[in-house]
């Protein structure tokens, strides 16, 4: 059984850093493309950052210099690394994997999903 459990959310002060963590456990991913997603209650789930096995990443806009994505085959884990957080990075937090080698926006094409993790930051 397929399973990814993130970790490493919570409260932070704005301009503060949390580091979230995806462990995937069931098979490996190493030929996959891992992605962080966030949505807030009533909007569309956004891609943050994503990682491609052939070696491409996405950032979105509003995180980039900010955020860093990285993934570690020997643990099957994927990681974001979120610094000078801001109020507007407030959401809950997805892992997601896509069998597709690059990162895609479409959530669809991602197959598998964590429970998520809640980032809250106080201004």
């Known amino acids: 059984q397929v399973q990814l459990a993130e970790s490493g959310g919570g409260l932070v002060q704005a301009g503060g850093s949390l580091r979230l963590s995806c462990a995937a456990s069931g098979r490996r991913f190493s030929r996959n493309t891992m992605g962080w997603f966030r949505q807030a209650p009533g909007k569309e789930r956004e891609l943050v950052a994503a990682?491609?096995?052939?070696?491409?990443?996405y950032y979105a806009d509003s995180v980039k210099g900010r955020f860093t994505i990285a993934r570690d085959g020997a643990k099957n884990t994927v990681y974001l690394q979120m610094g000078s957080l801001k109020p507007d990075d407030t959401d809950v937090y997805y892992c997601?994997?896509?069998?597709?080698?690059?990162?895609?926006?479409?959530?669809?094409?991602?197959?598998?999903w964590g429970q998520g993790t809640q980032v809250t930051v106080s201004s």
């Open positions: 990682s491609g096995w052939n070696g491409i990443t």
């Open positions: 997601a994997t896509s069998p597709i080698g690059s990162p895609s926006l479409d959530s669809s094409l991602y197959d598998y």
